[in-house]
Every structure is written in structure tokens, then in C-alpha cells.
């Protein structure tokens, strides 16, 4: 059994400035890619940033230059740090193993950023 638990999010004014973090347990076992996934109301998940085992990332062209995934293998976690936030980064952010944009394990309760005045 495998938990995501994602923390950091909160209320911040366009502009700013958010860290969240994943912390992953269980058996994790043969799985090498992590990644930040958000949901917006009305639309669906999508895949925002991934990083391999070796530290490879990918982000999407939405947040690149303004978002950074990066992770701790020593304590299985990564993190997604946002600058420049703005409204259309509102959403739910949840963490998961990562396989061509599609979460392996089951999905944790997620961390709500709200981008607003």
C-alpha cells in the first residue's frame, strides 16, 4: 500500500511564491518517475512536472520558467517549487508515480493553491 501525502498549498496573491511538498510511503519499488499533477474545477488532472529517478524534468510550457519539481530519494519526497504564481495556477495539486502523464497509485487528498487578490 503506498501513501501521498501533499502539503504546502495555500492562499497567495498573484505574483507570489508557494513550496509544496510529497511525502511518499509504502512500497515503492521499481518506480522511478515522480510527478505534480493539478486539477482545476471543471477541468481535468493534468500532468504539470515529472522527475526521474536520476533527476531529469519535464514540466509543461504553462508553468516553465516559474515552476521547479525536484525530489529527495533518500526520503522519498519531492517538491514543486512555484514562483510568479498567478490565477490560472489555482487548482488542486496532488503527487504520484508518473508514467507518460498518467498517475500509478492512488491518489492522495491533494493540497488546494489559490492564486487570487
Known amino acids: 500500500q503506498v501513501q501521498l501525502v501533499e502539503s504546502g498549498g495555500g492562499l497567495v496573491q498573484p505574483g507570489g511564491s508557494l513550496r509544496l511538498s510529497c511525502a511518499v510511503s509504502?512500497?515503492?519499488?521499481?518506480?522511478?518517475?515522480l510527478g505534480w499533477y493539478r486539477q482545476a474545477p471543471g477541468e481535468q488532472r493534468e500532468l504539470v512536472a515529472a522527475?526521474?529517478?536520476?533527476?531529469?524534468?519535464n514540466c509543461v510550457d504553462s508553468v516553465k520558467g516559474r515552476f521547479t519539481i525536484s525530489r529527495d530519494n533518500a526520503k522519498d519526497s519531492v517538491y514543486l517549487h512555484m514562483n510568479s504564481l498567478k490565477p490560472e495556477d489555482t487548482a488542486v495539486y496532488y503527487c504520484?508515480?508518473?508514467?507518460?502523464?498518467?498517475?500509478?497509485?492512488?491518489w492522495g487528498q491533494g493540497t488546494q493553491v489559490t492564486v487570487s487578490s
Open positions: 509504502g512500497n515503492i519499488f521499481s518506480v522511478n518517475t
Open positions: 522527475i526521474t529517478g536520476g533527476g531529469s524534468t
Open positions: 504520484n508515480a508518473d508514467y507518460q502523464g498518467w498517475g500509478l497509485w492512488p
